[in-house]
């Protein structure tokens, strides 16, 4: 059987990322660059004073020092003339420093009557200036293309002078859910039946990784059904199975999307929750199968689907980031499958984080994964671990699913 990496590998491989568009700026939260998106203008597009103040000539304005102000340069409307050894500008926080000026002296260091600024401290040249492009100049790279934009990004553009901002256009993720038994969240549910979970929590992991899902009818066990209902799948960039991946008579995923033109890459690695994942094609979209327990299902969406996602979103660092941890509890050793616990973080004295894994690890127990804030990740045949050691996890609270 397949390692994860090899998986995702293979999955990752042949993705090509979503073509461009044009969003307003209002909307480009949670959207990625499309492009590598330059400065307008220097920010700040002049010499700033970064205090409210006196501009000076430094040299010429010690402590006692009393100077005519020869002038006033408010916000947005500089000072026209040029400030000489023996004057001084009076100057707010975000006023253009007047030519001649190297220093600001803050009003707090000085007092004015009758038109004339007394000093009560030695300026210093240089001091409360903010200098042209210190923050970035003309023509530089402030986004590099693939990052994901958020509010400190959106601030960023509109400062470089942006209106409109480049950004790839949004993966369309359909998610086909089948299975006899799997019946509409808040229908009367039959003897036998179960609700759909799985398809609204995967959409609503599409939407966190910047994709556009689109939930299809649920399938029956019927292959000529799963197959009809999977056919209009060439309008999306990814489909998503779940449910029918394993090897039971009803498990009839693959066989019905191979009446649709299904080539299969793998089926099956060494992963515990998630053992019957299926990659494949349908022309050119790729499938991904992810078995029907919920916990398998979602596990399976986090360490595949999301990085597919993001890659075809146009992100450039697609990968669900690993962190460490210090384990809470004694672990016992693992088999040939790479296990993915679900687990409790808390805080050490420290201030480290620390990871303990709940008791029991059904795959279908959809709270205990709801209630975990994060995946210990046990590599095969690791051996038996111990309270205080450490550990990798994958943190589920900091990717908004
Ligand atoms: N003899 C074997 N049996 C199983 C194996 C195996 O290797 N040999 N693998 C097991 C593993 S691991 C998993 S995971 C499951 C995966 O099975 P399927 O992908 O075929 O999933 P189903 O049989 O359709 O469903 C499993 C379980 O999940 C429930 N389910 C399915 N879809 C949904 C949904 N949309 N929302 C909520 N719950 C859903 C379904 O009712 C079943 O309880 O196979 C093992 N068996
Ligand atoms: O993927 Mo299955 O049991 O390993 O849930």
């Not at 998106?37 to 009393?66: E, F, K, W």
């Not at 969406?301 to 941890?325: H, K, T, W």
């Amino acid at each position: 059987m397949l390692s994860v990496s090899e998986a995702q590998e293979r999955i990752l491989a042949e993705l090509i990322p979503m073509g461009p568009e044009l969003v307003p700026l209002a909307e480009a939260w949670g959207r990625v660059a499309g492009a590598g998106i330059a400065a307008r203008l220097d920010n700040p597009p002049a010499d700033i004073s970064a205090m409210d103040g006196y501009a000076v000539q430094a040299a010429h304005c010690r402590a006692g020092t009393t100077l005519p102000v020869i002038g006033e340069s408010p916000a947005g409307h500089p000072f026209p003339g040029v400030v000489t050894p023996d004057g001084c500008v009076r100057i707010y926080t975000g006023s253009v420093m007047p030519n001649g000026a190297d220093s600001v002296l803050i009003q707090e260091n000085a007092t004015e009557s009758d038109g004339r600024m007394t000093a009560s401290a030695d300026a210093q040249a240089g001091r409360h200036i903010r200098r042209r492009g210190q923050d970035f100049a003309l023509g530089q790279i402030v986004v590099a293309p693939g990052r994901l934009l958020l509010a400190r990004e959106v601030g960023l553009i509109a400062a470089a002078n942006h209106a409109w901002v480049p950004v790839h256009r949004k993966p369309t993720v359909a998610i086909l859910a089948t299975g006899d038994e799997i019946a509409l969240p808040g229908e009367t549910i039959a003897p036998g039946g179960i609700a759909n979970s799985n398809a609204p929590m995967l959409a609503a992991l599409v939407r966190a990784c910047g994709g556009t899902p689109v939930m299809l009818p649920i399938a029956r066990d019927d292959e000529a059904e799963i197959a009809r209902l999977a056919q209009g799948v060439e309008s999306a960039d990814l489909l998503l199975t779940v449910g029918g991946a394993s090897v039971g008579r009803y498990d009839l995923v693959q066989r019905a999307l191979e009446r649709i033109g299904l080539s299969v890459d793998f089926w099956k690695i060494a992963m515990r929750p998630g053992k019957p994942l299926m990659h494949g094609r349908i022309g050119r979209v790729p499938v991904l199968g992810l078995p029907g327990n919920p916990v398998a299902a979602m596990i399976c969406a986090i360490v595949f689907a999301m990085p597919a996602i993001r890659v075809l979103a146009g992100r450039s660092d697609p990968m669900v980031a690993y962190d460490l941890a210090t384990l809470g509890g004694d672990l016992p050793a693992n088999d040939h499958r790479a296990d993915h616990l679900r687990a409790r973080l808390d805080r050490a004295a420290d201030g480290s984080l620390l990871a303990t894994a709940f008791p029991r690890q059904d795959s279908a127990m959809l709270r205990t994964l709801a209630d975990s804030q994060a995946l210990i990740l046990r590599a095969p045949h690791a051996p038996a671990a111990r309270t205080g050691e450490p550990c990798r996890i994958i943190r589920l609270d900091t990717l908004s699913i």
